[in-house]
C-alpha cells in the first residue's frame, strides 16, 4: 500500500489530487490513499464559510463543494480529520465521522478506522487548556466566541482514543503531540520557525492530550500539520515499539506539503471499514457525553 500523507488541505482538493497524479506519472507508482491531517474546510455553500474561523480575507468556498456536489467525484479514497480552520457546522453532524463527499471520509471528532488492513486513528481540532474539559456545547450558527472553541479538543474525545488496545499502524492529530520535536532535529526546526523558540525550549509546544496518546497508543506512525513546516522524528517509546513522526507544510507551491508512504505489508482491498473495538468504545461511552459547558 501506498499512501499519499498531505499536511493542511485549506481547501486545495484539486490542487493537492494533481499533484498526486504528477507524483504517480513521475515515479511510476500506484497511490492507494490520500490522508489529509486537517485544515480540509468540507464547505459546501456560502454559510458553511460563516462557520469557519478565519479572517474575513481567507473566507473562501475552495474546491471541495464540487465534490459534495457531485460534479466531480475524488479520483483517490480521501481520508481527513479537523483541524482549526473548518466548517465546524458540516463537521458536527458528522462527530461520529462518515463520508462528506462520494469517496471522501471524515474520521469524526475521534475515531478509528481501517482502509484495508491499515488501522487508522485519529483526533480532530487542537488543544486549547481552557475548554478541554467542556462538553460539546456549542450550536451552529455560532455566536461569539464558539467559532472557535468548536473545534477544541475535548477530554472526553481523547479519554476514548486511550481506552484502544489493539495495535493503531497510523494516528492523525492536526496540532503535534508535546514534545516530539525532542525527539527530531529540533535546532533546524527552530532555524526554520523562530517565532517557536521559546516554546520548544520549554516543551510547551504542542498538545498535551497528544504526548499522552502517542505514548499510550505507541503507533507505527503519527501524521500532523498545523505549523506549516515538514518535520519527521523518531519516538522511541519506553519499554519498547517506535513511532515515525512526520509534519508537513500546507498545500502552496515549493512547500513540502506531500510526501509518499510506503507500507508494504498492508493491502488496500476491501476500502473503507468501521473498526469493531472502536465502535464497542463509542457505544460504551455514549451516555457519558457532556453537551454542555461542564
Known sequence: MKIAVEGCCHGELDKIYAAMKHLERAEGIVIDLLICCGDFQAIRNVDDVECMSVPNKYKELGTFHSY????????????????????????????????????????????????????????????????????????????????????HVREFDVQRLAMLKEHVDVFLSHDWPRGVARHGEMDDLIRKKKFLADELRSNTLGSPPGETLLHALKPSYWFSAHLHVKFAAMVRHHGGGVTKFLALDKCLPRRDFMQIVDLPEKDASGGFRLDPEWLSIVKANHLAQSLTTR
Open 68 to 151: 459534495y456536489s457531485g460534479a466531480k467525484v475524488a479520483p483517490y479514497p480521501t481520508l481527513f480529520i479537523g483541524g482549526n480552520h473548518e466548517a465546524s457546522n458540516y463537521l458536527w453532524e458528522l462527530y461520529h465521522g462518515g463520508y462528506v463527499a462520494p469517496n471522501v471520509y471524515y474520521m469524526g471528532h475521534a475515531g478509528v478506522i481501517n482502509f484495508g488492513d491499515l488501522r487508522v486513528g485519529g483526533l480532530s481540532g487542537i488543544f486549547k487548556g481552557g475548554d478541554y474539559r467542556k462538553g460539546h456545547h456549542e450550536r451552529a450558527p455560532y455566536a461569539g466566541h464558539d467559532v472557535k472553541t468548536a473545534y
